[in-house]
């Protein structure tokens, strides 16, 4: 019982710590693939290695944290505010060419952060061809241009 409550507590811990940290620093997997990957593999490990972590402990504790991910998932599927509040929502920081600078200041973000995705992307080279940046939920940032004056 107490690899269970260890793993539930060291779940919800580093599903809080990455929450604070920001979605930037997760741009390629969601916040609960990162904090799933992250504990299995140490609990595996630690298995592995064997330092006073039997095969059946190891496994009673990847068991828990599968759990626990399905049992979010479902929460998030049948309440969306809860989804809302656990991955948060896609954060317009660029409108019409004009930075929102209290959005880049929330998400943590630059505005060269901004361009760079912007021409990574899409080729563009001013702040005025950008008619919204987006930055999702995962972290990347979405470019959408303005229609262009051909």
């Known amino acids: 019982m107490d690899a269970v409550l260890r793993a539930a507590v060291l779940y919800v811990a580093l599903l809080l710590i990455f929450k604070v940290a920001g979605r930037q620093s997760l741009s390629e997997l969601t916040l609960f693939d990162f904090v799933l990957l992250l504990i299995i593999g140490e609990a595996s490990q630690q298995a592995l290695l064997g330092e006073d972590f039997s095969l059946t402990n190891s496994i009673l504790v990847v068991s828990t944290l599968v759990a626990i991910d399905v049992a979010l998932t479902m929460v998030k599927r049948r309440w969306p505010k809860a989804d809302l509040w656990l991955e948060g929502a896609p954060l317009i920081v660029v409108e019409q060419g ?37 930055v999702e939920r995962n972290g990347k940032i979405s470019i959408i241009p303005a229609a262009s004056d051909a």
Request: zero cysteines; glycine letters at 2%; aromatic letters at 2%.
């Open 98 to 134: 004009v930075p929102l600078e209290s959005r880049l200041k929330e998400a943590r973000l630059r505005l060269d952060d901004v361009m760079e995705s912007a021409r990574e992307k899409h080729g563009l080279e001013r702040l005025d061809q950008i008619k919204y940046a987006i």
